[in-house]
């Protein structure tokens, strides 16, 4: 078979990936000693022709998915070669074959140099496009790994699904765990402001494109919500809320956990979570964020087991980052005002009073399930100041009494759930504490 491309016009950005496919072999033949013969270079001719056509910033080049006005044939020609063995997996392989010990079908820095037989000066031009505070590299396009020069060049999470029009695969960024909490707004019980409150939030996720892409807004970065309040309250089940919202997966990031894990390459780790996260049509939650904003000389402890960690590094990321991140604190007031400011949503999470909380035993107890007459989710809201999470566990405790005696669920099952429930957290109860359901407590079940 002929190894040079037949001469036919190509479809897509097809002529991108056979420009790159003959460059590699005209880089093998060259490192044999070979010469090219006239039909190569004609056809490397042609297909440069070709790809210029596809990168004149008409709006109309699948390009324009990803690319910026000002991109130059050195920026187009990289991207190109990073992307192609995603595209069409060959090109990987030929990659392979012409770097020795290389394990992945990705390329190098030195291969792009190769390939495109850049002198001394544009090398230097291909550094400073590579370089960290570049636009490439600020945009999450590429990454780079592995000792200097040497890197390997790496597409951006999503990239290559955003140039194709392909449909985005999502996937877990490192450090983060998935949340899957099945809640609709419907399920939500927080005052009427609080709700709406949310709702802006959504608002900052799904209208990017109109305020920037169409109105010219400002890209801040973001969006950036503090969800703020006590345990139990419904703050990560009104960021899986929004999650479903959207129809895209909620991450959950144990800052503790992330910092403690990797102590020392906490940075490095961060920079792999964000790397992986942007582009990808995710929500990121971080839990605990209050260690990272105390007011100077409060939560010592807190700042203390952050010390080792770059938390101003974390914070630009966080802002640098486009798509939505949620912190969450227990803590509210130990946030500094200065640093309110950098949220674009601040959403309080209030404890529920007697209305909400009967709403809250009413959306738990199993709708089927059989009851006593005993049992008033209105005497409940009443009777027991809990938390929702609180309501939730003891809710679903009682109804596991009932159904492990094969009884309906009554007070007294609810009595016994919620004196468990309260002393999940180690202290002495004693009766009263259950306030006006304490008569229901069964003698034999403490
Ligand atoms: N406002 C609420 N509306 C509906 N359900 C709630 C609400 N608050 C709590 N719940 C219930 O309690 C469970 C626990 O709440 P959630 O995990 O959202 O609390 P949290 O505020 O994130 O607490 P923490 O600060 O401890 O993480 C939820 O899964 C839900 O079933
Ligand atoms: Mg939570």
Redesign the pocket.
Known sequence: MNAVPESIPLGGLSAEWARIELLTYCLGQERLGQMLSEQVLERLKELQAQVDGLRQWTGDSPWARIAAPHWDALTYDVVAMVLAPEIEPRLGWIYQQLQPGQTQPYLTLALVRELLALDEQESGALFALLDESAPLRRSHLIYLEGPVPYQTLYPGAGVTARLMDWPQQVSAPPGAIRVE?D?AWD????PPERLQHLREFLYWVEQGRTVIDEWGGDHCGGPVAL?A????????????VIANTLGWPLYRVDLGCLVSKYIGETEKNLNRLFDAAHGQSMILQF?EADSLFSKRGEVKEARDRYANMEVSHLLSRIESHHGPVIL?T?LRQHLDPAFARRFHVVVD?PR?DAE?RTL?WQ??LPPRAPREKDLDEAFLGRALTM???????AAMHAAYLAAGRQQAIGLKHVALAVWRELGKDGRELNPQDLGALARWLPEEGL
């Open positions: 909490v809640a399920d939500l019980i927080l969800f309040g006590p345990s139990g309250t419904g703050k990560t089940f009104a960021a899986a839990d969450t227990n999470f529920p909400a809250l959306r738990t938390s929702g999470g609180a309501i939730h566990n």
